[in-house]
């Protein structure tokens, strides 16, 4: 079965600081991205990666994978998220029995073990994402006020999120007629293919695959990485 991994490193970055995005800031020696890139390497030799960069950097991405670009195709991203995956499920063979995993490059932490129980899951269901127990209190909002809800209902969703190729691409050849108003409801590649009726299954995700918004994340990845 054809494996495809799309990584996504064409947002701006600006929350995180610093004078490039932080897909490129360093983490551990490597630039973030790159961590990401290894561990799908790992995962399965065989993988297919489209890494979907932001264009004004794209030299800087093709300088750091030098060497270790035989089985990368990068492409231009977009401008909203929908718009990178778009662009990264284009470069994707239409291959029925193939799997696709969109994986976001902020996450990368995610380990080996993660992504082969992401690539089972998908390859037996056809719709797979990573999720945790949330482990704070949640709130529901109302109006002014707000109101306990039962945290066990409620799962944190991570990526990379999986999904039959043939599935993924009808999901987003659908997104073309939509308002911008309901693209802006749809938050990840689950809401895509649940809105054409496919159902999605978890599994389990980890604690450590943290999303790297902020300073402070990029020095909880450092500190995690040094103690392994």
């Known amino acids: 079965m054809n494996k495809t991994a799309i990584i996504l490193a ?6 995180a600081g610093g004078s490039v995005p932080k897909q490129l800031q360093n983490l551990h020696g490597i630039p973030v991205f790159l961590h990401s890139v290894n561990r799908f390497i790992s ?4 993988t297919q990666i489209i890494l979907v960069v932001n264009p004004s950097y794209r030299d800087m991405f093709i300088k750091h994978l030098a060497g270790n670009d ?3 195709h990068i492409v231009n991203g977009g401008k909203s998220r929908l718009e990178s995956v778009a662009a990264g499920l284009r470069a994707v063979s239409d291959n029925e029995t193939g799997l696709v995993a969109v994986h976001d490059a902020a996450r990368p932490l995610l380990s080996v073990d993660m992504i082969r ?25 109302d109006g002014t006020l707000s109101h306990a809800v039962d945290r066990a209902l409620y799962m944190a969703v991570q990526t990379p999120q999986i999904f039959r190729t043939d599935i993924l691409k009808k999901g987003y050849k659908e997104l073309e007629s939509l308002a911008e108003t309901e693209l802006a409801a749809l938050t990840d590649d689950a809401s ?5 009726g496919i159902p999605v299954h978890t599994y389990e995700g980890e604690a450590t695959n ?16 040094s103690a392994l």
Do not use: F, M, N, Y
């Not at 129980?117 to 529901?140: F, M, N």
């Not at 895509?192 to 054409?196: H, S």
């Open 70 to 72: 035989t089985c990368i």
């Open 10 to 15: 064409a947002g701006s970055g600006s929350r």
């Open 117 to 141: 129980r992401g690539w089972k899951c998908a390859a037996e269901h056809a719709a797979a994402v990573p999720a945790i127990q949330v482990t704070d209190s949640l709130r529901k909002r």
């Open 210 to 225: 943290l999303k790297i918004t902020g300073p402070a994340d990029l020095a909880i990845a450092h500190t995690i990485l």
């Open 43 to 46: 995962g399965c030799q065989d």
């Open 192 to 196: 895509v293919v649940e809105r054409i």
